[in-house]
């Protein structure tokens, strides 16, 4: 049988002859510097933010010592007694998103493997879009879900068991943030189990394993590094989340780790302060940009660890 894919040299004519054609060649130029100074604007735009927070977050450490800033667990900056403990914000951080994580990657990861192993493609055509409209709602509007729908809820649910629920609380806020995060888990997720090769699962089916352990054992190791990455990903999403936490988890600067009571993220403190009553050039104004700082770090070290770990366990096939 004929192979009907036949090479065509005179459709790809080689480089070399672009030289004789000044138009081709202004073209090509044109293009390779339109990409290049796009590559270069996106790394322009990441300095510029770098320099814009640390040089006032420099201000800020000029005037309270970095000690107090790394071991202090009190948080006061808009107090007549005022003490920058940052703990009170990164506890509060790490609460919310550790909650939200416990939502949602089990159940992206299920959703994953049942896209990408089990549904049907008119069934997966239809759900994936259906899921991913969450990614599309305004997290205003997730804000307020969680203050007058989920948190009710959870007050009468533990209610039952002798526990008093504050109105604003940080398991309200990380429980929505864990549902809004869930189409970011699954959809990526669902990428990496797809990219797995066919030829893995053909060869667990041949050795008799089922539909389950070839998705469990086979599949997911496989994809292990873009899932562990999905999750990263998930995490410093969590992590940067504002209007859920500032609507619905409060703004009270706490060190605790109870998901029941009041608590200040540091995206809700960076909200507090942004609303303009804070004079510019102040202590206060410049706390701003030290807890942008602190974020800003935190995120960076999670993509970091996200692209070690990718490249550490990437499973690559011929």
Same mark, same amino acid.
């Given at each position: 049988m004929?192979?009907?894919? %036949?090479?065509?040299p005179?459709?790809?004519?080689p480089?070399? $002859?672009?030289r +004789?054609?000044?138009?081709?060649v202004?073209?090509?130029n !044109?293009?390779?510097? &339109?990409?290049?100074?796009?590559?270069?604007?996106? *790394?322009?735009?990441t300095i !510029?933010?770098?320099?814009a927070i640390g040089?006032?977050?420099?201000q800020?450490?000029?005037?309270?010592?970095? $000690?107090e800033?790394?071991?202090d667990?009190?948080?006061?900056?808009?107090?007549?007694?005022?003490?920058?403990?940052?703990?009170?914000?990164?506890?509060?951080?790490?609460?919310?998103?550790? *909650?939200?994580l416990?939502?949602s990657?089990?159940?992206?990861? *299920?959703?994953?493997?049942?896209?990408?192993?089990?549904a049907a493609?008119?069934?997966?055509?239809v759900?994936?879009?259906t899921? /991913?409209?969450?990614?599309g709602?305004?997290?205003?509007?997730?804000?307020?879900f969680a203050?007058t729908?989920?948190?009710?809820?959870?007050?009468?649910w533990?209610?039952?068991? +002798?526990?008093?629920?504050?109105?604003?609380?940080?398991?309200s806020?990380?429980? %929505?943030m864990g549902?809004?995060?869930?189409?970011?888990?699954?959809?990526?997720?669902?990428?990496?189990?797809?990219?797995?090769p066919?030829?893995?699962?053909?060869?667990?089916?041949g050795?008799?394993?089922?539909r389950f352990e070839?998705a469990?054992r086979v %599949? &997911?190791p496989?994809?292990?590094?873009?899932?562990v990455?999905?999750?990263?990903?998930?995490?410093s999403?969590?992590?940067g989340?504002?209007m *859920?936490?500032?609507?619905a988890?409060?703004?009270?600067?706490?060190?605790?780790f109870?998901?029941?009571?009041?608590?200040?993220?540091?995206?809700a403190y960076?909200?507090q302060? $942004?609303l303009g009553d804070?004079p510019? !050039?102040?202590? /206060?104004?410049?706390?701003l940009?030290?807890?942008?700082?602190?974020?800003?770090?935190?995120?960076?070290?999670?993509?970091i660890? $996200?692209?070690w770990f990718v490249?550490?366990f990437? /499973?690559e096939?011929?």
């Amino acid at each position: 049988m004929q192979n009907s894919a %036949v090479f065509r040299p005179d459709l790809y004519p080689p480089r070399t $002859s672009l030289r +004789g054609n000044p138009k081709r060649v202004f073209i090509e130029n !044109g293009v390779h510097t &339109v990409l290049a100074a796009a590559a270069g604007l996106a *790394i322009l735009v990441t300095i !510029g933010i770098v320099i814009a927070i640390g040089t006032d977050a420099f201000q800020f450490f000029l005037r309270v010592p970095l $000690s107090e800033f790394l071991f202090d667990t009190v948080w006061t900056p808009l107090f007549a007694d005022k003490r920058f403990g940052i703990w009170a914000l990164v506890s509060a951080t790490v609460l919310t998103s550790l *909650i939200a994580l416990v939502v949602s990657l089990p159940l992206g990861l *299920i959703i994953a493997i049942f896209l990408s192993e089990f549904a049907a493609p008119r069934v997966r055509d239809v759900l994936k879009p259906t899921l /991913e409209v969450l990614a599309g709602i305004p997290t205003v509007v997730y804000g307020f879900f969680a203050l007058t729908f989920i948190t009710p809820i959870i007050q009468d649910w533990f209610l039952n068991f +002798g526990i008093e629920v504050s109105t604003f609380n940080a398991l309200s806020a990380g429980f %929505v943030m864990g549902i809004m995060i869930i189409p970011l888990v699954s959809s990526l997720s669902e990428d990496a189990l797809s990219a797995v090769p066919q030829a893995l699962r053909e060869g667990a089916y041949g050795l008799g394993a089922t539909r389950f352990e070839v998705a469990w054992r086979v %599949v &997911v190791p496989a994809a292990l590094s873009g899932i562990v990455a999905s999750f990263i990903l998930a995490l410093s999403r969590a992590v940067g989340e504002t209007m *859920i936490v500032a609507i619905a988890a409060g703004q009270n600067p706490t060190f605790t780790f109870n998901p029941f009571v009041p608590i200040a993220t540091m995206t809700a403190y960076i909200v507090q302060v $942004s609303l303009g009553d804070t004079p510019y !050039g102040s202590l /206060e104004y410049f706390t701003l940009f030290a807890v942008g700082a602190t974020l800003f770090v935190l995120t960076f070290l999670m993509n970091i660890a $996200s692209f070690w770990f990718v490249r550490r366990f990437r /499973e690559e096939y011929d």
